[in-house]
Nanobody, 114 residues
């Protein structure tokens, strides 16, 4: 069955960086686009970034553009989210998902605070 497992979250100071990983299994990872979403405290879930199946096309929400980088390693069945210049408003549970079939991981918590 399809499984998506996020990791890499934690507590970081404003201006710091974190790299999230999402390990995929149960399907042919290399043929699917992948996305990251996040849900902050008291907020609705919002789209963060998308990457095409071959990694050549990416897209970002305006709120993270220029600070976050999405990438993937199809040999490792893993998608990454490199988060730089983090702000307190980036505090959220971050989820990876496969749009085709609407599969979601359980999320990893990122807290940006001094």
């Amino acid at each position: 069955q399809v499984q998506l497992v996020e990791s890499g979250g934690g507590l970081v100071q404003p201006g710091g960086s974190l790299r999230l990983s999402c390990a995929a299994s149960g399907f042919t990872f290399s043929i699917y686009n992948m996305k990251w979403y996040r849900q902050g405290p008291g907020k609705e879930r919002e789209w963060v970034a998308t990457i095409s199946s071959n990694g050549r096309i990416t897209g970002f929400a305006d709120s993270v553009k220029g600070r976050f980088i999405i990438s993937r390693d199809n040999g490792k069945n893993t998608v990454y989210l490199q988060m730089n210049s983090l702000k307190p408003e980036d505090t959220a549970v971050y989820y990876c998902m496969r749009p085709t079939g609407n599969y979601w991981g359980k999320g990893t918590l990122v807290t940006v605070s001094s």
